[in-house]
């Protein structure tokens, strides 16, 4: 009985990791190209009243991409709404959990996600792929501003 439970913690952190925050002010600055299949970046932006996605792919979302993309586009539509923004930013975070996806399967997902938002109606943008970034952001204290998903 303990081993099929230690089994079943051990699968529940093989699945991809979502850590939602509203920001009144989000802004990033690169500072080290980390993955060479992308390209380097050297610009910063800054973004104002939007919902920052910080996402960790994980092995076993590969097996199967249109779920894990379904998935995080409810997601985050159902937090912006619950922040009143139609302002979404997608940022890599691959350290939320031990073991990652591939980086270009996530991209992929980003890519596709990006492009489901956009047609329906929000704005959305990601930060640079493969990089380590200066991050900068303001959120207000009230509790739908932070939320974290697992799926």
């Known amino acids: 009985m303990i081993f099929h439970f230690f089994l079943l913690l051990q699968t529940i952190n093989l699945i991809m990791k979502l850590l939602l925050i509203y920001c009144s002010k ?7 190209h980390t993955l060479e299949e992308f390209p380097e970046v050297t610009e910063g932006q ?3 009243e939007a919902l920052v996605a910080f996402i960790h792919g994980e092995l076993i979302d590969e ?3 249109k779920g894990v993309e379904n998935k995080l586009l409810k997601n985050i539509k159902w937090a912006a ?3 009143d923004t139609r302002n979404i930013i997608l940022h890599s975070f691959a350290h939320l959990a031990e073991t990652k996806a591939d980086p270009k399967f996530t991209k992929e997902i980003f890519d596709k996600v990006e492009y489901r938002l956009i047609n329906a109606d929000y704005q959305c943008a990601q930060t640079p792929f493969g990089h380590f970034l200066d991050l900068d952001l303001k959120a207000p204290g009230v509790s739908q501003a ?3 998903k697992s799926f």
């Open 26 to 32: 989000f802004a990033y600055n690169p500072t080290i």
């Open 46 to 48: 800054t973004y104002n």
């Open 81 to 83: 709404k619950k922040n």
């Open 146 to 148: 932070r939320i974290f």
């Open 63 to 65: 097996d199967d991409p």
